[in-house]
């Protein structure tokens, strides 16, 4: 081993021994938050590619060698996930980019989170009571504070819009149609699913059925076996799925969407949307509260009573309940999102026998000879808390 000269390895294990020290100390008084205080959760905004992380297809194992290969996170989403989660968003490089653009930006972050400080500087030079013993952190409010969640609950106004960015709620009280569904987003983001495989069944079989014999052919994908693959799966090619994305004129200007959906062929569960970017992920959550007998609801009265206010009708709180934001809303950006969402709602002939699907007695059966579905599983699991995630307990909207 090679020692460079006057270096003190005694001072060093002298210095560990000391660290483990007092690491021992702080664990026997009771972990880090019985000595410190969780002050101010700062997230620092690069001003030259924030935008530009908004349309990548970049995961982050494209940017960093050190990250482990079963990491799946994508750029876009740790962007927002930051951002939302922040008491103070410092927008750093302000020198390097326009004034509109740094405006831009700011409107952005405070969409994402309007309760959050914004702070602009020039190579990260600020004051630094902006960062330091503010006492802003709370975990309640880092869990309540996006500006999704803070849509839903109508505490800010969807009608405003600051430099260019919009945000609005839509709300529909019928089921998607899963087909369709699919066909509009396939084609504009990376759709990422939760995959479930039942135990002990091989999902890799390629050979033809009959003797079980191999046959080297099996093992050759020929190329319009990948065009189909490309078409089913968009996830497969995130770089065509971004230009086809933005050079759409209803998606191409959208930054951000959030909420949770209703698919015809999934009548006891809903479903949550979550988009950042190109990337957009779909996954099973809960059971409808209508479908949870009013003895396992909470005790607390003031909950009961934010439950039962998203009842409407005979399909109880089924809904559509999804948050926008992006640019362009007032240029007519809003209008076409929402035409494009009303269009995969089940038409009136559609919902008719949807109705009567739901009266059966067989009604997962009929339900899928009615519409195709080609989403991956929704598994149920227990109810219990019935939690949207980040906070967002259902039935908890203060409509």
């Keep these: 081993m090679h020692v460079a000269a006057g270096y003190d390895l005694d001072a060093e294990d002298q210095g560990d021994r000391e660290s483990n020290k007092k690491l021992a100390e702080i664990l026997k008084a009771g972990g880090l938050s019985k000595v410190a205080r969780l002050d101010t959760c700062v997230t620092l905004v690069d001003a030259v590619n924030f935008m530009q992380d908004f349309a990548t297809a970049d995961f982050l194992v494209d940017r960093q060698t050190d990250v482990p290969q079963e990491d799946d996170r994508n750029i876009s989403d740790l962007q927002v996930d930051q951002v939302e989660f922040a008491d103070v968003v410092v927008v750093n490089k302000c020198d390097l980019v326009s004034k509109d653009e740094v405006n831009r930006i700011k409107g952005v ?9 914004v702070v602009g500087t020039v190579k990260s030079r600020l004051d630094l009571a902006e960062i330091l013993d503010t006492q802003l952190f709370s ?19 969807p009608e405003t819009e600051e430099y260019g960015i919009g945000t609005f709620v839509y709300r529909a009280r019928r089921p998607f149609h899963p087909a369709r ?3 509009m987003i396939k084609n504009v983001f990376v759709v990422i699913q939760t995959e479930y495989q039942i135990e002990g069944e091989d999902m890799d079989v390629d050979q033809d059925e009959g003797d079980g014999s191999e046959d080297s052919d099996d093992d050759v994908i020929d190329e319009a076996d990948d065009d189909t693959d490309m078409e089913d799966q968009p996830q497969l090619d995130p770089k065509a799925r971004l230009a086809s994305k ?25 479903g949550e949307w979550s988009q ?19 003895d396992e609801w909470p005790a607390d009265p003031e909950t009961r009573k934010a439950i039962t206010r998203d009842f409407d009708g005979k399909w109880g ?9 992006g640019q362009q809303m007032r240029k007519g950006g809003e209008e076409r999102l929402r035409k494009a969402l009303d269009a995969c709602l089940l038409n009136d002939d559609e919902f008719r026998e949807w109705e009567a699907a739901m009266e059966s007695n067989d009604v997962q059966e009929r ?7 080609g989403f991956e599983d929704w598994v149920e699991t227990s109810h219990e808390g019935h939690d949207h995630g980040d906070g967002h307990a259902h039935g908890d909207y203060k409509h």
Excluded: H
């Design 367 to 373: 339900l899928d000879d009615l519409f195709e579905d």
């Design 246 to 270: 933005m050079a759409d004129e209803t998606f191409g200007p959208l930054l951000r969407s959030k909420g949770f959906l209703w698919l015809a062929t999934r009548p006891r569960m809903y």
């Design 139 to 157: 975990y309640e409010k880092a869990a309540l504070s996006a500006g999704w969640l803070k849509s839903l609950n109508e505490e800010i106004n």
């Design 109 to 117: 972050v405070k969409k994402l989170n309007p309760s959050a400080k």
């Design 317 to 325: 709180d089924r809904r559509q309940e999804l948050v926008f934001i």
């Design 181 to 183: 569904l699919w066909d």
């Design 276 to 294: 950042a970017g190109v990337m957009l992920t779909i996954s099973g959550q809960d059971l409808w509260r209508c479908e949870i007998p009013e």
